[in-house]
């Protein structure tokens, strides 16, 4: 006996050895099997993506580049037809999806007009437009469960799941990425006719989802980056026009020396400034501030502009010149659209400087023995009321000494503030003119850098405009004595 059961206890060693040895071969050939499977999954992603992005540059429109998404998957699982849907929770704070792209005659779960099954631009228009709500139908069901669906013959679905009588077999499964739900892809017929999908094909279809998922994350990459560049493209194109409509150069008129400097709060701004040239003597300059910010009040700023060189053809006083320029702007904007205008004509010839203020910040005028002074014609800002309201535009005619010099500005100026909240406020102006004898465009950069250094750090708010002349004098003798005359120009009769 005992001879015997060595040799069995060897014979049942060596079996469970070779049964080990076995399993462990056969562990190592599904390990094997695993990794090619990854590496073939990784491939064929990589593969995918590849391609993707290299055809996503060339597409006109973002929706596109799905598209390419859905006729590779339609191939990939010998599917007839096969439509992408997207979730739109985040994007309308509702939990549905709407479809996004669609390869081939995808059945309409919706009623539609036999044109959209016989054209494909018309198809994808009503896909489009189809949104489901979790739920509703089988793509809604889908993306509620985020579990995937098969159906090998519809004739046998159930009627929860509302699928189309021309759909013969159907799956459906979630675009699911680190949990986060992104939509639903689903696939109709089968190419093989007569055939219905199967296991293989759901599991494949779920496979692929992924590179549905990646696509549709690429695409609203592409989308947000897209749209950044049209942004960037129109808000190059409007700071190119705000340019063009601020003078390209300072005027040379009758010795008077300008200077000027203008910058925005943002990109664009509402600020505008202008030399006018109205006959041989005359010279009108403009300083306005359109209300708001950025490109709207960019708009405003151009449109004024345009009024006021088509007036300026046929000046004949500030009186008209204003009421005009304010009926305008009242009936081309809406009311909380308005502007403010600093506005001055120099006529070299005579020595005089006639003024007119809507609603603006006071003219500042340094006379030759030093002392400033500051002026302030009443008058609202443009575009605020109808001429009927019966309000005053004031005017005011200076004659000027040689050696005076006038400074116009916007409130980006005086409000500029600190972070403290501190405004520079009109007193701080005046000291540094007071202070700074300098001509006109010294001042303007000494100006400019005082309200640099107050400000510091803190971000600027508003636009910010400063127009300086310097007043060489009268070309012709003129010994009348330094003369003041206020004019009132009435717009309509008081209601």
């Known amino acids: 006996m005992d001879g015997i059961l060595g040799p069995l206890v060897s014979v049942l060693l060596a079996i469970g050895i070779l049964a080990g040895i076995a399993k462990f071969l056969s562990y190592v050939r599904e390990v094997e099997m695993a990794r090619d499977d990854a590496l073939r999954r990784y491939r064929e992603n990589m593969t995918f993506l590849t391609e993707f992005t290299s055809k996503l540059g060339a597409v006109e429109e973002v929706h596109q580049a799905l598209q390419l998404v859905a006729h590779h998957l339609a191939d990939e699982c010998d599917a007839e037809?096969?439509?992408?849907?997207?979730?739109v929770g985040e994007e309308e704070d509702k939990r549905a999806v709407r479809g996004a792209a669609v390869a081939g005659p995808f059945p309409t779960f919706r009623p539609a007009p036999d044109v959209v099954q016989r054209r494909p631009q018309y198809r994808l228009q009503h896909l489009l437009h189809e949104v489901f709500k979790?739920?509703?139908?089988?793509?809604?069901?889908?993306?509620?469960?985020?579990?995937?669906?098969?159906?090998?013959?519809?004739?046998?679905?159930?009627p929860e799941l509302?699928?189309?009588?021309?759909?013969?077999?159907?799956?459906?499964?979630?675009?699911?990425?680190?949990?986060?739900?992104?939509?639903?892809?689903?696939?109709?017929?089968?190419?093989?006719?007569?055939?219905?999908?199967?296991?293989?094909?759901?599991?494949?279809?779920?496979?692929?989802?992924?590179?549905?998922?990646?696509?549709?994350?690429?695409?609203?990459?592409?989308?947000?980056?897209?749209?950044?560049?049209?942004?960037?493209?129109?808000?190059?194109?409007?700071?190119?026009?705000?340019?063009?409509?601020?003078?390209?150069?300072?005027?040379?008129?009758?010795?008077?020396?300008?200077?000027?400097?203008?910058?925005?709060?943002?990109?664009?701004?509402?600020?505008?400034?202008?030399?006018?040239?109205?006959d041989g003597d005359r010279m009108m300059v403009v300083v306005a501030d359109a209300a708001g910010k950025g490109v709207s009040a960019c708009m405003l700023m151009a449109m004024c502009r345009a009024?006021?060189?088509?007036?300026?053809?046929?000046?004949?006083?500030?009186?008209?010149?204003?009421?005009?320029?304010?009926?305008?702007?009242?009936?081309?904007?809406?009311?909380?659209?308005?502007?403010?205008?600093?506005?001055?004509?120099?006529?070299?010839?005579?020595?005089?400087?006639?003024?007119?203020?809507?609603?603006?910040t006071p003219l500042m005028f340094r006379l030759p023995d030093g002392r400033c002074v500051s002026v302030h014609p009443d008058g609202p800002a443009l575009g605020m009321f109808p001429e009927d309201f019966g309000f005053v535009f004031e005017t005011l005619s200076l004659r000027l000494h040689p050696g005076t010099q006038l400074l116009i500005?916007?409130?980006?100026?005086?409000?500029?503030?600190?972070?403290?909240?501190e405004e520079f406020g009109f007193g701080r102006l005046l000291q540094v003119w007071e202070r700074e004898h300098l001509p006109a465009?010294?001042?303007?950069?000494?100006?400019?850098?005082?309200?640099?250094?107050?400000?510091?750090?803190?971000?600027?708010?508003?636009?910010?405009?400063?127009v300086a002349i310097d007043f060489a004098g009268p070309l012709k003798e003129n010994k009348q004595p330094v003369n003041e005359r206020r004019e009132t120009a009435h717009v309509g009769q008081p209601t």
């Open 81 to 87: 037809s096969l439509a992408i849907f997207v979730d």
């Open 134 to 158: 979790y739920g509703e139908t089988a793509i809604g069901i889908v993306a509620e469960s985020r579990r995937s669906i098969l159906v090998a013959d519809a004739s046998e679905a159930g």
């Open 162 to 278: 509302a699928l189309p009588k021309d759909m013969r077999t159907f799956v459906a499964v979630p675009m699911v990425v680190e949990n986060h739900f992104l939509g639903v892809v689903c696939a109709a017929n089968r190419k093989t006719v007569g055939k219905g999908f199967t296991q293989e094909h759901l599991e494949r279809l779920e496979l692929l989802s992924c590179q549905a998922a990646l696509a549709c994350n690429l695409v609203r990459v592409y989308a947000d980056r897209s749209y950044q560049q049209l942004l960037h493209q129109e808000m190059s194109f409007v700071q190119d026009l705000q340019q063009r409509l601020l003078p390209a150069s300072l005027p040379d008129h009758g010795g008077c020396q300008f200077a000027a400097l203008s910058e925005p709060a943002r990109e664009v701004g509402g600020d505008y400034y202008d030399f006018i040239q109205l």
């Open 307 to 360: 009024f006021v060189h088509c007036l300026s053809d046929n000046y004949t006083g500030l009186e008209p010149f204003l009421g005009e320029l304010n009926s305008r702007l009242y009936a081309d904007t809406a009311s909380h659209h308005f502007v403010t205008m600093a506005i001055v004509v120099v006529d070299t010839n005579e020595g005089t400087c006639e003024c007119g203020c809507a609603g603006h």
């Open 409 to 421: 500005h916007t409130d980006g100026i005086t409000e500029a503030c600190n972070k403290e909240e």
């Open 441 to 466: 465009q010294q001042f303007l950069d000494t100006l400019r850098e005082q309200v640099r250094q107050f400000v510091g750090q803190a971000e600027q708010y508003d636009d910010q405009t400063l």
